[in-house]
């Protein structure tokens, strides 16, 4: 009989999220790059928000303890 770690699986999971968020954040970066360059201020900032969304994801709370009920939880900031 397999026992599954809901801790662990979670743990898992945001791992998965971190994966996800590694190319936005990284076109993000080149988007940020190019407002500096254009001193876009209002778009830094606007930029510096949903990079600083994406880091938070993390903190987003999983409230299932089945592997279907982990897995169903994918934050909408990751699509």
Do not use: C, H, Y
């Amino acid at each position: 009989m397999i026992v599954v770690n809901p801790d662990k699986a979670k743990s898992i999971w945001k791992d998965k999220w971190r994966e996800a968020r590694k190319p936005i954040l990284a076109s993000l970066d080149i988007e940020f790059m190019k407002a500096v360059e254009a001193g876009d201020s209002e778009k830094q900032a606007e930029i510096a928000s949903k990079k600083q969304a994406l880091r938070d994801v993390t903190q987003t709370e999983i409230n299932g303890n089945t592997p279907e009920e982990i897995k169903a939880v994918w934050p909408s900031v990751l699509n």
